[in-house]
């Protein structure tokens, strides 16, 4: 489709970094931390609105962000085609899930990046200690590469287990007895919890993680808490009720099935595509 029109371009905005214009959301943690998240807004808002202008149209990955490059480049023409999964791949049926002898939390990604580093640092101080006080043998592990040096400490502690670069984290997310998605700044619709959700992981997320994903109810696909108190709690159901933890993860394979399949979703870029190079 592309090819008819050569002099064709196009932007995917595939997501809204923590620093984006389009909604930031700076960590509360230190002063340091927001100026340079404020920093990086000014050069990215910038940026993004030099390329909103110069392309013929804009892929956004939710709604949320699509508000929000309206916001920087008001004639950009936008569609909506969210971020997709594989759920064949992310399926339970003959992958070997790995569990260990107690109840074990999984959070999935990339260990240097400044979000999902913020997420598990409140995690550990703010949620752990809550849910441990009730279940002492509670793991919660990291699974990806380049575990900052933060989180270095934290496993030197005995307060997470860092798995390191794996070849494939799908074992380790069919496994937990929980998945958290405690993210707290940045946007875009969250693979990880897409991942995890076809995976029928019982998930616990915040709504921020939670943020862009139509059709998604709390306590019908996955539970939402934004502050330690409630997340813990909502982990601690997870861990006594098995059997509503099954129903949840059942219930949320179905939602990432129906909406977020690539087989829902490329129709959509394809209607784009060819009304562009038909243009």
């Known amino acids: 489709l592309l090819q008819k029109r050569a002099a064709l371009t196009a932007l995917a905005a595939l997501a809204r970094p923590p620093s984006s214009a389009a909604g930031l959301r700076a960590s509360a943690r230190n002063l340091a931390g927001t100026l340079y998240s404020s920093a990086q807004w000014a050069k990215l808002a910038a940026y993004e609105r030099r390329v909103l202008r110069a392309v013929d149209a804009a ?66 101080a703010e949620v752990l200690p809550r849910i441990r006080a009730a279940r002492p043998d509670v793991r919660l592990v990291a699974v990806g590469k380049r575990p900052a040096p933060e989180l270095r400490q934290m496993a030197a502690r005995g307060e997470l287990v860092l798995t390191g670069e794996v070849a494939d984290a799908r074992p380790f997310i069919a496994g937990a007895d929980v998945y958290v998605v405690p993210m707290r700044i940045g946007g875009g619709i969250r693979l990880k919890l897409l991942e995890a959700l076809s995976l029928e992981a019982p998930t616990v997320s915040t709504s921020l993680g939670a943020e862009g994903v139509e059709g998604l109810r709390h306590a019908e696909h996955c539970l939402l808490a934004d502050t330690p108190a409630a997340f813990a709690e909502a982990v601690l159901r997870l861990l006594d009720d098995r059997e509503y933890a099954r129903r949840l993860g059942a219930a949320g394979r179905s939602l990432v099935r129906a909406r977020y399949d690539w087989s829902a979703i490329v129709p959509r870029l394809e209607a784009l595509y060819s009304d562009l190079a038909g243009a």
């Open 59 to 124: 892929v956004a990955v939710s709604e949320q962000d699509a508000r929000a490059l309206r916001r920087l480049a008001p004639e950009v023409r936008l569609a909506i085609a969210p971020n997709g999964v594989d759920t064949a791949h992310f399926s339970r049926p003959g992958l070997a899930a790995l569990t260990s002898g107690g109840p074990t939390l999984v959070f999935s990604g990339t260990l240097d990046y400044r979000p999902n580093l913020d997420a598990l640092a409140w995690f550990v």
